[in-house]
């Protein structure tokens, strides 16, 4: 097993922990597999048994020494496999795959992950939902790709009684005076960080001002995009980009063409910059999420240069720092008052996310016996955006897998409209940098009710 930091929380996994009670809505992230042959409930039931022994199924639990940081432990899943009766119609998918990412799997719950699978077009289609603050997409990846973990080692007896937590009580604060000397310096001769950390101590919020809306949460509308990996890489040159900030202004341009700016001259485009080192990294989220600044005005679809290196040039300047205001070590030595008002506004204060998930690990393709079809991956927000608490109005996500990209979109149907009118808006969008977008499960999306037959739970 990883070593005590990597099961320490960070910033990030305690900022999602909150979303729920701060912001109305918890995010979950859903990979999705199309198996040329239907996948059986022991096939399902052996890959829940091997996950259930990974780093997915495990609880925050709080720290014995004030001052240290929560720490991950191993529990059981609740949530038992589902196996869908009947085959899936074309008009249903949607609503099933909906029906699966809205199961509750609230913060202090025994239902850690849900696995479910349903006969689709004469194979099988399957969804494991995960919400975020349990892991990232990467981190489920890692999961999915491990082979079945060993036993866990036994905790030596100065651990069971706090004695892990003082040494990292002790290490943080170490940390906190190394990096808060550098960092104070920095603020000294940097006018506008100061003013942001001097902001939001008095209780400013980081972030923009939400637009105005409702107090109801806004589930987004879903559609699930097949183009071909070679033509978006020559499209994405042809234009003076590369794969990623073609798919950045693909999310750019859904905003400018269905989100009022209200006079904004930019836009934020929400970029996941993934932190997870090599292979025995178990931090649950590693990652931060960096605003990219736009311009805003017309969707435009030529030179990708200025996005490029834009991109590149935030990445480069961000890092583990970017999560809070203030040097990480330092934050999570604050009061709770004053920790909740340093933390950086964080994925739901942008306009659109964009996340790009990179090439698809060999060990995801094959799952419960099969080698898939094909993989997808969504982040969607349950049960939903809160317009008045949250910026965020639409969520994409990118997946190479191999022959081709896989791109899901979500937006707030008060803006994009039903499934069906996303569809037609994205796919329109993908024509204009010559990209032949296909939907990636039968048929273009209609919107429905889910199907309501009674599953097996195995």
């Known amino acids: 097993m990883p070593g005590a930091p990597t099961y320490r929380l960070n910033p990030t996994d305690e900022m999602l922990f909150q979303a729920g009670e701060r912001l109305g809505s918890s995010r979950i992230v859903q990979v999705l597999w199309r198996f040329p042959a239907e996948v059986s409930g022991s096939a399902l039931r052996a890959e829940w048994d091997r996950l259930d022994l990974g780093l997915l199924s495990r609880k925050a639990v709080p720290a014995r020494v004030p001052g240290a940081r ?37 913060a202090g719950s025994d239902a850690l992950w849900r696995l479910a699978a349903a006969p689709y077009r004469g194979g099988g289609l399957v969804s494991l939902t995960v919400p975020h603050f ?3 997409g990467l981190g489920i990846f890692n999961a999915l790709a491990a082979p079945p973990p060993g036993p866990a080692p036994r905790s030596s007896p100065a651990a069971r009684l706090g004695g892990g937590d003082v040494g990292d009580v002790l290490g943080l604060a170490v940390r906190a005076a190394v990096e808060s000397t550098r960092w104070s310096a920095g603020l000294l001769a940097d006018g506008s960080a100061r003013a942001r950390v001097m902001s939001a101590l008095r209780g400013g919020s ?12 806004r589930y987004f509308a879903t559609t699930i995009l097949a183009m ?72 435009g679809h030529g030179d990708l240069t200025r996005t490029r290196r834009d991109t590149r040039t935030l990445l480069q300047g961000s890092g583990e720092r970017s999560a809070t205001l203030v040097p990480e070590p ?82 707030m149907p008060d803006r994009f409209g039903d499934a069906a009118s996303l569809h037609r808006l994205v796919t329109d969008e993908c024509a204009r940098w010559g990209l032949r977008a296909e939907p990636w499960l039968g048929g273009v999306p209609t919107g429905g009710r889910a199907p309501r037959e009674k599953e097996d739970r195995r």
């Not at 419960?368 to 955006?385: C, S, Y």
């Open 70 to 106: 929560r720490r991950w432990v191993h529990a059981h899943n609740a949530e038992e496999p589902v196996t869908h009766p009947r085959p899936l119609a074309d008009a249903d998918v949607m609503d099933w795959i909906d029906a699966q990412a809205r199961v509750p799997l609230p």
């Open 134 to 136: 349990r892991s990232d």
């Open 206 to 217: 980081p972030a923009p001002p939400c637009p105005a809306g409702g107090a109801e949460p």
């Open 228 to 299: 071909d990996a070679g033509e978006w890489q020559e499209r994405a040159h042809a234009h003076g980009g590369t794969v990623n900030s073609l798919f950045v202004e693909i999310a750019a341009n859904l905003v400018r063409a269905r989100v009022p700016l209200r006079g904004r001259s930019s836009i934020d485009i929400g970029i996941p910059m993934s932190l997870r080192g090599p292979d025995g990294d178990g931090r649950a989220n590693a990652l931060v999420v960096v605003p990219l600044s736009v311009p805003a005005g017309e969707p």
């Open 330 to 411: 330092l934050w999570h030595l604050l009061p709770g008052r004053y920790a909740d008002r340093l933390k950086a506004p964080g994925a739901q204060q942008t306009d659109a996310v964009a996340s790009n998930f990179g090439r698809a690990p060999e060990g995801v393709a094959r799952f419960a016996g099969q080698r898939a079809d094909g993989v997808a991956l969504r982040t969607v927000n349950v049960p939903g955006i809160v317009p008045g608490k949250a910026r965020l109005r639409a969520s994409l996500c990118l997946l190479d897998t191999g022959g081709q990209m896989i791109m899901t979109a979500t937006g």
